[in-house]
């Protein structure tokens, strides 16, 4: 029988899905730099009609999740390691969602409603360390055939097995960029704060973050094969280099400054010395 119990690393992800018929077609494939259609219609959890691009500002990055309410186990597990990273998010780095960032949740169980979307909304923040900025959370619904034209836009794609009833699928956190474009995937569990943060930081292409944040994400590239952010000496070195070029520089001025100074007062005194030697000559005479 198909679930979507998949539970697992990527790796092992898609050895399981590739030894079950049921999961033919189901996956995830990569779409980096691809624009979502942000002209999609959505509701929102006050049964409003909502376009996708709304929750895009230019501003800041989006968290991108697909899950369906009724899923036995693995979206509600997806949606509890989603609420474990905001708030570590929260916790450590101080970063509210609305703030730094927004999160977006799309059901593609056309039987999902906006009164169920609001139901799982509600459970999700209640759990949170903080309150969600306006926006800062949303999860949306909507036909069909337009939640599949985004869950195909952003390579998520999975299938309704009627025997089950259920959906067999994957599950990943998906980085947008703020102008909508996608930048990334975070596939497996858990959803580790700090990676989430690093993977936010590029995804908003320098307009979120304090300085220290962004020279922290300078140190740190993606790897595809570890499925991670790593640290990298490379570029840990071409930034110390760039500090000490900066700190000689800043001494070597320093001197020059103070002995250009130093030489400047002397001549100044000894003109005024100068100046006094022959005012006194003057009255003598």
């Given at each position: 029988?198909?679930?979507?119990?998949?539970?697992?690393?990527?790796?092992?992800?898609?050895?399981?899905?590739?030894?079950?018929?049921?999961?033919?077609?189901?996956?995830?494939?990569?779409?980096?730099?691809?624009?979502?259609?942000?002209?999609?219609?959505?509701?929102?959890?006050?049964?409003?009609?909502?376009?996708?691009?709304?929750?895009?500002?230019?501003e800041?990055?989006?968290?991108?999740?697909?899950?369906?309410?009724?899923?036995?186990?693995?979206?509600?597990?997806?949606?509890?390691?989603?609420?474990?990273?905001?708030?570590?998010?929260?916790?450590?780095f101080?970063?509210?969602?609305?703030?730094?960032?927004?999160?977006?949740?799309v059901?593609f169980d056309?039987?999902?409603?906006?009164?169920?979307?609001n139901q799982?909304?509600?459970?999700?923040?209640?759990?949170?360390?903080?309150?969600p900025?306006?926006?800062?959370?949303?999860?949306?619904?909507?036909?069909?055939?337009?939640?599949?034209?985004?869950?195909d836009?952003?390579?998520?794609?999975?299938?309704?097995?009627p025997?089950?009833?259920?959906?067999?699928?994957?599950?990943?956190?998906?980085?947008?960029?703020?102008?909508?474009?996608?930048?990334?995937?975070?596939?497996?569990?858990?959803?580790?704060?700090?990676?989430?943060?690093?993977?936010?930081?590029?995804?908003?292409?320098?307009?979120?973050?304090?300085?220290?944040?962004?020279?922290?994400?300078?140190?740190?590239t993606?790897?595809?094969?570890?499925?991670?952010?790593?640290?990298?000496?490379?570029?840990?070195?071409?930034?110390?280099?760039?500090?000490?070029?900066?700190?000689?520089g800043?001494?070597?001025?320093?001197?020059?400054l103070?002995?250009?100074?130093?030489?400047?007062?002397?001549?100044?005194?000894?003109?005024?010395?100068?100046d006094?030697?022959?005012?006194?000559?003057?009255?003598?005479?």
């Amino acid at each position: 029988m198909a679930t979507c119990a998949l539970v697992a690393h990527p790796a092992q992800a898609q050895r399981v899905l590739e030894s079950i018929p049921e999961t033919d077609g189901v996956g995830l494939t990569t779409k980096v730099g691809d624009m979502l259609p942000l002209d999609t219609p959505f509701k929102d959890t006050s049964n409003n009609d909502v376009m996708l691009g709304s929750m895009f500002d230019g501003e800041r990055p989006v968290l991108l999740l697909f899950v369906y309410f009724t899923c036995p186990l693995q979206c509600p597990y997806t949606m509890q390691q989603t609420q474990i990273a905001l708030n570590e998010l929260y916790d450590k780095f101080g970063w509210t969602a609305g703030e730094q960032y927004r999160l977006l949740v799309v059901s593609f169980d056309h039987n999902d409603t906006p009164r169920s979307a609001n139901q799982q909304r509600e459970g999700l923040v209640a759990g949170l360390h903080f309150e969600p900025r306006k926006g800062g959370v949303e999860i949306w619904t909507s036909t069909p055939e337009q939640v599949r034209k985004v869950a195909d836009a952003a390579g998520f794609y999975y299938r309704y097995i009627p025997e089950a009833r259920q959906f067999s699928h994957v599950s990943a956190l998906i980085y947008l960029r703020p102008d909508g474009t996608i930048h990334n995937y975070m596939k497996g569990f858990p959803f580790p704060a700090k990676q989430v943060r690093l993977g936010l930081l590029e995804a908003s292409e320098g307009k979120q973050g304090t300085v220290f944040e962004q020279v922290l994400q300078f140190c740190y590239t993606w790897s595809d094969s570890e499925g991670q952010y790593t640290l990298q000496a490379k570029r840990v070195m071409q930034l110390t280099g760039g500090v000490t070029v900066l700190v000689v520089g800043a001494f070597v001025g320093g001197l020059f400054l103070s002995g250009h100074l130093r030489g400047k007062n002397g001549r100044r005194m000894a003109s005024n010395a100068g100046d006094t030697t022959s005012t006194k000559v003057g009255a003598a005479t």
